[in-house]
């Protein structure tokens, strides 16, 4: 199977580089990989480092995808600009930070090759070391205030969709591809995390959660999340989605799960995957340069 990686990229330059050698050289056993990164007009040289980088490694397998955006849209809208560009049969997200560690990829994808999930997620409040959010270096109260956050945010969507995930807004969201047939989305910041797991959820994908590793950063390194704008955005996402109408492809969706479950790699021939995933997720806007 072929695994996307799709990396929003936007004012990114003290990490990128680093975040995408890692990403090229993480091995993927039983899968291969391309890199889909979608690049919003950085003003700090991330979009210098990220055609270098496709300049480097163009001769060279994986596979190296990058879509340049004209103005900075969200993360939210990147990533979807990234799922329409995919070709694998499962979808990664990665941020251009260093918060998450690459070598977890094998422990997320493992899930799906194996045939046991259609949709992973990587928590980073499972394990030993169980809360690993935000430890600000210079900012402990805000820390402690996006920890609360946090709780809360997590306890409404649980509360209302009816389940019990400890990680609902971990960067790391891997599914298979035609999870998103028939699916919508229109959120365009952060509260994109709650709009892509409710709608799966309401489309009867529940998500696997595994531990992974995290190391926070705090707003002087990157952080881009606004503490007076983002939060209602993440209500009205959550809400949103928790009560609109189910979308009519829901029991196509259990019928992909089921698959799934036989075998990730017969699923085209029980005509559960699209062969071409691609065309039914979010198109491309006008705006944008592929090369």
Not at 68 to 89: C, L, N, S, V, W
Not at 137 to 163: D, Y
Not at 170 to 194: H, I, N, P, Q
Request: glycine residues 8%.
């Amino acid at each position: 199977m072929k695994v996307s990686i799709v990396i929003a990229v936007y004012n990114e330059a003290r990490t990128l580089t680093t975040l995408l050698e890692r990403v090229w050289a993480q091995p993927l056993p039983g899968a291969t990989k391309e890199i889909i990164i979608v690049e919003s007009n950085s003003s700090d040289g991330s979009r210098e480092m990220v055609a270098k980088f496709a300049a480097r490694h163009a001769a060279h397998a994986p596979r190296i995808q990058v879509i340049y955006q004209d103005r900075p849209q969200g993360k939210g809208h990147a990533i979807r600009q990234g799922f329409a560009a995919a070709t694998g049969e499962i979808l990664l997200i990665q941020d251009a930070d260093l918060e998450y560690d690459v070598a977890d990829y094998p422990d997320l994808v493992r899930p799906i090759t194996d045939g046991r999930a259609a949709f992973v997620l990587g928590s980073r409040h499972m394990g030993p070391a169980n809360w690993k959010i935000r430890q600000f270096a210079h900012n402990g109260p805000l820390a402690a205030l996006m920890n609360v956050g946090g709780l809360l945010f997590r306890a409404l969507f649980n509360t209302l969709f009816g389940v019990r995930l400890t990680d609902p807004t971990s960067m790391f969201k891997v599914l298979r591809a035609d999870c998103l047939d028939g699916l919508e989305f229109t959120c365009d910041r952060f509260d994109f995390d709650y709009e892509l797991v409710g709608k799966l959820i309401r489309a009867g994908f529940h998500p696997l959660e595994v531990p992974v590793s995290y190391k926070s950063r705090g707003f002087d390194e990157g952080k881009k999340i606004r503490i007076f704008r983002d939060p209602a955005t993440w209500v009205l996402a959550i809400v949103k989605c928790r009560f609109a109408s189910a979308h009519a492809g829901a029991g196509r969706a259990r019928d992909a799960v089921a698959a799934t479950a036989i075998s990730p790699r017969s699923a085209h021939r029980h005509e559960t995957s699209s062969p071409c995933p691609a065309s039914t997720r979010p198109g491309h806007s006008r705006s944008e340069e592929v090369c």
